[in-house]
């Protein structure tokens, strides 16, 4: 029956109570549509670093990620890929040289990371051939040996397909060695930092280049199916790559795996800030619910209910009227955000800089269940916290005094 | 049988440094069944002695016994449960909930005490009747008059079986058929059901029915008659 009180209660004052109503619904539909836009450029972000940047999981040679030195390389890799590729988790292995080379242009010079690939095992494990901008995907047209470069490098060295450049690094034998290579195809990503240091040759020509021999890699790159299991996957890896390190994303790019943990916590403190706006207009509200209320109040305690109902009625009415408010806003924010799931919001307007940090701009919303249940738990909190103190105010009524109120 | 006995009560309120004697020396004690009116200028004390039988207020110094429990020592919280068991109230503004209906405001007492659903309804439904509601039990406090509404403050005084039921100025503001009508009921529920009315009141029809008139005076008794 209190329940009942407590949920008449809320209605008694319509106009106030849709306008608290509005305001906490209206609240916390920007702030789950905000987490989601968060969420879904985080994922955006990662996916990217996944599928075009990093993979899943990478193995090298021991202490070869200190300084990407030439002659620290996985010998026997086109063996090891094809067995990584046969574990059940693995979608697709491919092996890479590196080379950190100095390069020369008609119109400037630069430096930046080379990738010695087999563009059809790349093409299973990183998205690059699909972010052809201009060009082709390393085909070979003239007698010099093809090159990939990003859209900012190309840029920044007034590049265009079919232009030369000359790519200068030390060998194997600690040798400097020059070649030439003519532009293939330029690649865009949503990341401007990667397209401006990466560029993408043939694996031959790159061993060739570096005076490598033998089946011999400097990295071996892989896509799990489910990218969940990579912390799985890597013990499996591991045992079959004996001495050589194997590490996931996270560990290769810890930034990145802070930015998701972070992102949580990023989320959680934006909707308290919202509700803790929020909280103010419903203290008011519950202030004035219980004023109003004296001398029934003061009724309530005079009859028998004891100080404990009593603070248990004025929750409960709060927790209402929040909860009212709270699910019509995480109802309303969730159709935004599905909608937002399929259809990208364009947020080009500001690409220099998002791009810049490998932002996408366009993002698709993205929201977890959970994130929606621990807003729904956090609306109720502030429910129950806005209402300690119209409550506490309602117990310290003298019920003599309250119920001969005017 | 005694079922109130107060012995040398005061209350003295402290208000800008000066202490009002509200209640001074006061001793009386009050039969089962009775049919009382407490009656006196405003500002002689009748409400602040109806307030402190009622466990409402503290006195200052003497005692108030009821069915031999001091009610003044007892903890909050046992004296609001002793309330709710014991006594019954009747306001003078009614003091309904106007979110619930006449049967709901009767119920809510009986709810607190923890009875079933189908004792609350019987009992809801006879008390109503009782007082010329039966018909009435589904409005809420805003259809009814003002009559209407205090007969529902007396069923629902009345739900809890109380020892007693205390009722400050109940007809101060009825007309004088609602005030007629309404003592009719509650001195039939006073013959019948032996139930105790103790009132305050200054009202001379509310006197002209009681069979007892208490007077009081700057907080002291200065007549007691029974009739």
Known sequence: ?????????????????????????????????????????????????????????????????????????????????????????????CYRLIAEPFIMAAHGTGGGKMLGIVPEMEKEVTNISQKLVDGTYLEKNSRMPP????????????????????????????????????????????????????????????????????????????????????????????????????????????????????????????????????????????????????????????????????????????????????????????????????????????????????????????????????????????????????????????????TRTE | MKIIEIKNLHKIYNSDSVAVHAVNGIDVSFEEGEFTAIVGPSGSGKTTLLNIIGGLDDATEGSVEIEGIKINELSARKLTDFRMKNIGFVFQAYNLIPVLTAKENVEFIMHLQGRNKADREARTSELLKAVGLGEMMDRRPSKLSGGQQQRVAVARALASKPKFVLADEPTANLDSHSTENLLDIMEQLNKEEKITFIFSTHDQRVVNKARRVITIEDGKIISDISK
Request: charged share 20%; with cysteine.
């Open chain 1, 147 to 402: 090159v990939l470069i990003g859209e900012k490098l190309a840029k920044k060295l007034k590049l265009k397909v079919g232009s030369k450049l000359n790519v200068q690094m030390v060998d194997m034998n600690g040798d400097l060695s020059s070649k030439g290579y003519r532009v293939s195809g330029i690649y865009r990503t949503v990341n401007t930092g990667f397209d401006e240091t990466n560029l993408f040759v043939l694996y031959d020509d790159l061993k060739k280049q570096l005076g490598l021999h033998g089946d011999v890699a400097h990295e071996i790159a892989m896509i799990c199916d489910d990218a969940n299991t990579v912390d799985d996957v890597k013990t499996k890896v591991q045992q079959l790559a004996g001495n050589d390190d194997v590490k996931t994303w996270k560990e290769i790019s810890p930034e990145m795996s802070i930015l998701t943990e972070s992102m949580d916590q990023y989320m959680y403190i934006f909707i308290l800030i919202i509700l803790l706006g929020l909280c103010f207009g419903i203290v008011n509200t519950m202030l004035m619910a219980v004023l109003e209320r004296t001398k029934e109040i003061g009724m309530l305690m005079a009859v028998g209910m004891n100080k404990r109902k009593v603070f248990g009625m004025i929750m409960l009415e709060s927790v209402m009227l929040t909860l009212t408010g709270g699910l019509l806003g995480v109802l309303t924010g969730s159709l935004i955000t599905r909608y937002f799931e399929t259809r990208p919001i364009d947020v080009s307007a500001f690409s220099e800089g998002l791009e810049k940090y490998g932002y996408a701009t366009k993002v698709y919303t993205a929201l977890q269940p959970n994130t929606l249940v621990i807003i729904t738990i956090l609306v109720i909190l502030t429910g129950i916290i806005s209402a300690v103190y119209p409550a506490r105010k309602a117990l310290k009524l003298n019920p003599a005094e309250a």
């Open chain 1, 1 to 93: 029956m209190i329940l009942s009180i407590a949920w008449r209660n809320v209605w008694r004052n319509k106009v106030r109570s849709i306008i608290m109503i509005v305001a906490i619904a209206l609240g916390l539909t920007a702030g789950v549509f905000a987490t989601a836009f968060m969420l879904g450029a985080v994922e955006s972000r990662i996916e990217s670093a996944t599928r075009t940047e990093l993979a899943h999981l990478q193995v090298h040679a021991p202490r070869f990620m200190d300084n990407n030195e030439t002659g620290l390389f996985i010998s026997n890799a086109g063996e090891l890929t094809q067995k990584i590729n046969q574990l059940a988790e693995v979608d697709a292995a």
